[in-house]
T-cell receptor, first 111, second 116 residues
Framework: DVKVTQSSRYLVKRTGEKVFLECVQD?????MFWYRQDPGLGLRLIYF???????EKGDIPEGYSVSREKKERFSLILESASTNQTSMYLC??????????FGPGTRLTVT | AQSVTQLDSHVSVSEGTPVLLRCNYS??????LFWYVQHPNKGLQLLLK??????LVKGINGFEAEFKKSETSFHLTKPSAHMSDAAEYFC??????????????FGAGTRLFVKA
């Protein structure tokens, strides 16, 4: 079975802190994604990566950056956390064109 | 351009009765289509996928979906609901395999309630 793990299930940070969310997949997938999920807004794509060191902006990249130094790991970085970044963050990976496999999510609260 | 519309934001059924979750899509090419389920405070789990093979697709937990090109629909069904099916379900459209999986579009979700 495909396994996608995220470093934390719940995280509480203060405004202005730098936040790292880590995602690891064990199936050698080319593509990896970061989404945030908010009530009434559904899933929104923040960034995706189709190869090591390659990244593309999604629909809402502002306030976020990403890093993919190894194929299995995709990190989401909040350079200076703000309260409007309180959300559920979901990581996913996929082989080319075959649906995405999701991690369990990280519920981030910024106070 | 692609889009996906889940026609019901909430569906309520009694345990043991059939489930129908409706999804219509729009795509300028023959897309890949997926259904995902999300239980509270969990990630999304892939239920089933259509990738231009058989139009009736069977998934996990007794769910299935039928791709109807003429109706641009991909409705999710299950003959008999269980309490454990209560969750949110997402219909998803993405470009065909081999053309890039970046422009995946998620529906807004349908919350399924199952009454005892």
């Amino acid at each position: 079975d495909v396994k996608v793990t995220q470093s934390s299930r719940y995280l509480v940070k203060r405004t202005g802190e730098k936040v790292f969310l880590e995602c690891v997949q064990d199936m050698d997938h080319e593509n990896m994604f970061w989404y945030r999920q908010d009530p009434g807004l559904g899933l929104r794509l923040i960034y995706f990566s189709y190869d090591v060191k390659m990244k593309e902006k999604g629909d809402i990249p502002e306030g976020y950056s990403v890093s993919r130094e190894k194929k299995e790991r995709f990190s989401l970085i909040l350079e200076s956390a703000s309260t409007n970044q309180t959300s559920m963050y979901l990581c996913a990976s996929s082989p080319q064109g075959f649906g995405q496999y999701f991690g369990p999510g990280t519920r981030l609260t910024v106070t | 351009a692609q889009s996906v519309t889940q026609l019901d934001s909430h569906v309520s059924v009694s345990e043991g009765t059939p489930v129908l979750l409706r999804c219509n899509y729009s795509s300028s090419y023959s897309p890949s289509l997926f259904w995902y389920v999300q239980h509270p405070n969990k990630g999304l789990q892939l239920l089933l996928k259509y990738t231009s093979a058989a139009t009736l697709v069977k998934g996990i937990n007794g769910f299935e979906a039928e791709f109807k090109k003429s109706e641009t629909s991909f409705h999710l069904t299950k003959p008999s609901a269980h309490m454990s099916d209560a969750a949110e379900y997402f219909c998803v459209v993405s470009p065909p395999a081999g053309t890039g999986g970046f422009k995946t579009i998620f529906g807004a979700g349908t919350r399924l309630f199952v009454k005892a």
